[in-house]
């Protein structure tokens, strides 16, 4: 049993920067595959990026050249690092967590989700 805890979302401009963690708990979280997603209002929930057990990273190619996901296996934390923010990037977080046969932006491929977390960018 995996629980996740997202934090650091809120308001910020346009251009802005927000770094948003996903806390795990448990003493195999390291092993596990974790993504983050954002849903919109009125829209499907969409892959952003996401990290294996062995630090290799997957970006979602819409946030590729602004957004970078990292973890640290002794905090039990991923990170998701927001930089240059625009209003399309509104949206509720979340991050989630898999093993086994994982593809990355297949929502199906995760057992655990977080509670999300709220990303407000003004104009």
């Known amino acids: 049993q995996v629980q996740l805890v997202e934090s650091g979302g809120g308001l910020v401009q346009a251009g802005g920067s927000l770094r948003l963690s996903c806390a795990g708990s448990?003493?195999?979280?390291?092993?596990?595959?974790v993504a983050w997603f954002r849903q919109a209002p009125g829209k499907e929930r969409e892959f952003v990026g996401g990290v294996s057990w062995s630090d290799k990273t997957y970006d979602a190619d819409s946030v590729k050249s602004r957004f970078a996901i990292s973890r640290d296996n002794a905090k039990n934390t991923v990170y998701l690092q927001m930089n240059n923010l625009e209003p399309d990037d509104t949206a509720v977080y979340y991050c989630?967590?898999?093993?086994?046969?994982?593809?990355?932006?297949?929502?199906?491929?995760?057992?655990?989700w977080g509670q999300g977390t709220q990303v407000t960018v003004s104009t």
């Open positions: 989630a967590a898999g093993r086994g046969r994982i593809r990355p932006a297949e929502v199906g491929s995760y057992t655990y």
């Open positions: 448990g003493s195999t979280f390291s092993a596990y595959f």
